[in-house]
Each structure stands twice: as structure tokens, then as C-alpha cells.
């Protein structure tokens, strides 16, 4: 079984400040790693995924994230966060040897950027 | 513009009864998945199609029921059997499974409120 934890519920940072939000995974096999954005009252966009190949990921709105594979993590960073980044992320994960689709969630992490 | 649409985006049930979302998607994708966010719990399955006329339980179908009769369209009925219907329900589609992996795209939610 797969199983996927977002170590902080809640990361305050101010505005134009670093920005980490971490995640771990277990599972016994090759996964696929995604993270998702969601604004209040809204569906989930994709910020980036993990597949295979190079383990330094971009995304969309400057932020990316890095598979190890030793550690089990995938951590979502960006430089300097903006207003607009304020919103809850999820981390996920998908078994490469399944041909479900399915997607594993982690518990998100509300990011909240001050000014 | 293609993608996938949810409706109604509040709904509100009275206790007996059974209701049903509303999941469209011109994606023209095989795959269709409804999850449920409940705070602080992340997204949970509750039941994914990868093809028209079959689907399958996910992690916590009891208590709903799905159909998939044409390929764009796969509604979720609440029945009176779930005791805690209130939450937020997504929707998303991907391609099948198994011809590659492609990214969840999901729809905008519904907001169910037990009254």
C-alpha cells in the first residue's frame, strides 16, 4: 500500500521569502509524483509532476520540487513567494505498475504568504 | 475550451435523501475518478471508470453509487445510506491508464450540505 504525508499543515511565510513545503511517500514500488495547487472553492491544478528522468522538477508559477529516492521525498520550493500563492498544495502519488490512475493524497498544506 | 464541468456547486440534502452530482468532461479522456476533500484529510477515492459501461470502488464507496453510460458523463449519486455527506466532491479525468500516463484534470467542485 501507498501511503503520502505532508509534514506542515500550515506554512506561514512572508512575502517574497523562501518557501519549502515538504513531503514524504512510502510505497514498495516505482511511483509517479505530483503536486497540486487549490484556491478556496475551487478544483485542483496540476503544478508539476515527476515521472521519470532528471529528479529537479519546474513547474508552473516558478515553483519546483526534487524526487529523492533514498529519502522517499519530493519537496515543493520556490524562491520568492507572492500574495497570489497563498492557497492549500497537495502532494500525491500514483503506482507506476498499476493501471488504475488512481491517486494517493497527502493531508495538503495551507500556505499562507504575508505582506 | 475543453475540460471538465461540475454541477451543480452547492447543493444541499435533507437527511433521506438521495442526490446526484453532476460530472461532465469534453476531453474526450477514457478515465473519470470522483474524490471527496474533507478537511485536514486530503482527497479520498471514492469510485473511478476507465472505460463507458464499467468502474470500480475506491477507498470509501459505501454509501454511493456511480454510472458510466456514455464516456463524457459520469454523475455520482449520495444516498441516504452515507451518514456524513457533507464535504467538497471532485471530479477529474485523465487518459487510460496503461496508454501512458497523463495528469489528473479535474473540475471545479461541488459543495454538499446536509440540512
Known amino acids: 500500500a501507498q501511503s503520502v504525508t505532508q509534514l506542515d499543515s500550515q506554512v506561514p511565510v512572508f512575502e517574497e521569502a523562501p518557501v519549502e513545503l515538504r513531503c514524504n511517500y512510502s510505497?514498495?514500488?516505482?511511483?509517479?509524483l505530483f503536486w497540486y495547487v487549490q484556491y478556496p472553492n475551487q478544483g485542483l491544478q496540476l503544478l508539476l509532476k515527476y515521472l521519470s528522468g532528471s529528479t529537479l522538477v519546474k513547474g508552473i508559477n516558478g515553483f519546483e520540487a526534487e524526487f529523492n529516492k533514498s529519502q522517499t521525498s519530493f519537496h515543493l520550493r520556490k524562491p520568492s513567494v507572492h500574495i497570489s500563492d497563498t492557497a492549500e498544495y497537495f502532494c500525491a502519488v500514483s503506482d507506476q505498475q498499476g493501471n488504475t490512475g488512481k491517486l494517493i493524497f497527502g493531508q495538503g498544506t495551507t500556505l499562507q504568504v504575508k505582506p | 475550451d475543453g475540460g471538465i464541468t461540475q454541477s451543480p456547486k452547492y447543493l444541499f440534502r435533507k437527511e433521506g435523501q438521495n442526490v446526484t452530482l453532476s460530472c461532465e468532461q469534453n476531453?474526450?479522456?477514457?478515465?473519470m475518478y470522483w474524490y471527496r476533500q474533507d478537511p485536514g484529510q486530503g482527497l479520498r477515492l471514492i469510485y473511478y471508470s476507465q472505460i463507458v459501461n464499467d468502474f470500480q470502488k475506491g477507498d470509501i464507496a459505501e454509501g454511493y453509487s456511480v454510472s458510466r453510460e456514455k464516456k463524457e458523463s459520469f454523475p455520482l449519486t449520495v444516498t441516504s445510506a452515507q451518514k456524513n455527506p457533507t464535504a467538497f466532491y471532485l471530479c477529474?479525468?485523465?487518459?487510460?491508464?496503461?496508454?501512458?500516463?497523463?495528469?489528473?484534470?479535474f473540475g471545479q467542485g461541488t459543495r454538499l450540505t446536509v440540512v
Open positions: 510505497s514498495s514500488v516505482s511511483v509517479y
Open positions: 477529474a479525468s485523465s487518459i487510460r491508464p496503461g496508454q501512458g500516463f497523463g495528469e489528473a484534470f
Open positions: 476531453l474526450n479522456h477514457d478515465a
